[in-house]
Structures are given as C-alpha cells and as structure tokens.
C-alpha cells in the first residue's frame, strides 16, 4: 500500500487488521490506533501518528522492516509501539518525533528488533516546551524514548513539601 500525498490518509483507529507493505511519500500520513500487523513500512516525508485514540501495537510481519527517513513519527499517548522479529531491522534518520501530549517517563518505541545491524541516525524532537529534556536511546534492538521533567516541576514539588508543613505549623499557633 502506497499512501501518497499532504492529503492521503489511511487511518487504522478502530480497526485490528492486517496490511501488506506500507509506503508513506510525499507527506502521506497513516494514523493507528488499534493494534495491527504489516509487512515492510518505509517513510520518506510522511507521518506515522501512533495510538491516535487507543492503546495497541503494530506488529511487522517476519523479515519485515522499519525504515523512517526524513518524516514525523507522532508519538501521542506513550503506549504503543512497533513490535518485530530477531530477524527484522530498522534504519531511522532525519525523523521528527512528535511527542505532544507525552508525560515525563520511559516509553518503549520498538522491540524485538535484530540484536545487530540497525541503523539510528539523526532525529529531532518537537511538541515539548524543552526538547533537550527527552532523548531517544538506541540499545541495540530497542529503542527507547526518556522524557525528563522540567525543573519548574521539582521547584514546585519542593515548594509544596515545604510550604504545606510551614502553613500547618502556623495555623495551630493561631489556634492557640
């Protein structure tokens, strides 16, 4: 299946299903949701938006790859991810993952991958006040997504572990 162009959509958010080789081109987008298993996926200026409205995997099929160059991979809800076999490869460069909506935490974006032979080259990160507190993590055959959370957050944890205390203390002296 060739999705083709800035309109060309083939949306997969309700439906489990199987689909051959995909091909996102020329700003091509296709949006899953629910789990779904193909065969080769290549992207080269597309959009791949992951679990759009519910949780799921894509499955690629046996000896099937993953190849992202150039494109967006929108990454929304942190739960799914690209599932394949020891016999699988992926080579990702110049992708732009997407990560609006994502929480702090640790998300796994692929598993099961060839132990050797994947490719991991450049990418950049969007959707987050600050792009340096995420990293992707390429660990052989598992790549895997950090968001840290901004040191506005532990200011303000700090904050109120210390204010609420200081507040009770000066509410019983009141009552006193």
């Known amino acids: ?16 299903e199987t689909v051959g080789d995909v091909s996102l081109l020329n700003g091509g987008s296709l ?15 597309g959009s791949l938006t992951l679990n759009g ?3 799921g995997t894509v499955t690629l099929k046996t000896n099937a790859n993953l190849n992202l160059s150039g494109g967006t991979w929108l990454y929304t809800a942190g739960v799914l991810f690209i599932a394949a076999n020891s016999a699988s490869f992926f080579s990702l460069n110049e992708v732009t993952f997407d990560l ?8 796994q974006l692929t598993s099961g991958f060839a132990s050797s032979g994947n490719k991991f080259g450049s990418y950049t990160i969007t ?12 660990d052989s055959s598992v790549l895997t997504l950090t968001v ?14 210390v204010g609420l205390p200081m507040m009770v203390c ?4 009141a009552l006193q």
Do not use: H, K
């Open 1 to 16: 299946m060739t999705i083709d162009g800035a309109t060309a959509v083939y949306d997969l958010q309700t439906v489990a």
């Open 31 to 45: 949006t899953a949701g629910s789990s779904f298993t193909m065969g080769n996926f290549t992207s080269t200026a």
């Open 53 to 55: 409205t519910c949780a």
């Open 100 to 107: 609006t909506g994502i929480n702090s935490g640790n998300y």
């Open 127 to 138: 959707g987050i006040s600050n792009p340096a507190d995420a990293t992707v993590v390429n």
């Open 148 to 161: 840290v959370p901004e040191p506005s957050t532990y200011a303000l944890s700090i904050l109120g572990c």
């Open 170 to 173: 000066r509410r019983r002296r």
